[in-house]
T-cell receptor
Framework: ETGVTQTPRHLVMGMTNKKSLKCEQH?????MYWYKQSAKKPLELMFV???????ENNSVPSRFSPECPNSSHLFLHLHTLQPEDSALYLC???????????FGSGTRLTVV | EDQVTQSPEALRLQEGESSSLNCSYT??????LFWYRQDPGKGPEFLFT???AGEEKEKERLKATLTKKESFLHITAPKPEDSATYLC????????????FGPGTSLSVIP
């Protein structure tokens, strides 16, 4: 596979569930990101990892917990979410954080 | 306050009818400006990076330009497959990770 792969593509979860989103990049990039895209709102940066270390946590609620075990994989662990957390969650990667991102296709999350 | 706006919000063009999309920004310091294309149900696809006023980049029917306060994405003789939402994003000079996305312009090209 090439590019940035996200799984699952769609996820429906209850407010008391725990689930995880997975992202894998096959580009040899050294930075990975989680973005949230809600209807009628611009993309919002959630987390940045550079060389597997978190460098940015953009005031995201603790019910979202990122994990970056190596430079190719990124997870977003979800627990006790709210309906307003329903959105498209996008993973992206880049080389050296200074350049344009390569995005995955996203996970469409619905919290019921 | 740092801000990125895009206009128009939506644009309908006949096939072959050239036009321009606008991205205006008010930021304390620009490192780079990015253009992306997003198709429904997919993540954004990187198109261009512009770093300094006067710079231009081209790709097929698209040309991006940059001034000190705005960027334009010119679409020449568009085709229906150019229909998508076009996003611009500004990367701040103060931090690589301070990237502000605009709300996007939804483009529809009618055959």
């Amino acid at each position: 596979e090439t590019g940035v792969t996200q799984t699952p593509r769609h996820l429906v979860m209850g407010m008391t569930n725990k689930k995880s989103l997975k992202c894998e990049q096959h580009l040899g990039h050294n930075a990975m990101y989680w973005y949230k895209q809600s209807a009628k709102k611009p993309l919002e940066l959630m987390f940045v990892y550079s060389l597997e270390e978190r460098v940015e946590n953009n005031s995201v609620p603790s019910r979202f917990s990122p994990e970056c075990p190596n430079s190719s994989h990124l997870f977003l662990h979800l627990h006790t979410l709210q309906p307003e957390d329903s959105a498209l969650y996008l993973c992206a990667s880049s080389q050296d954080r200074a350049f344009g991102y390569t995005f995955g296709s996203g996970t469409r999350l619905t919290v019921v | 306050e740092d801000q990125v706006t895009q206009s128009p919000e939506a644009l309908r063009l006949q096939e072959g009818e050239s036009s321009s999309l606008n991205c205006s920004y008010t930021v304390s310091g620009l490192r780079g400006l990015f253009w992306y294309r997003q198709d429904p149900g997919k993540g954004p696809e990187f198109l261009f990076t512009l770093y300094s006023a006067g710079e231009e980049k081209e790709k097929e029917r698209l040309k991006a330009t940059l001034t000190k306060k705005e960027s334009f994405l010119h679409i020449t003789a568009p085709k229906p497959e150019d229909s998508a939402t076009y996003l611009c994003a500004v990367q701040m000079r103060t931090s690589y990770d301070k990237v502000i996305f605009g709300p996007g312009t939804s483009l529809s090209v009618i055959p």
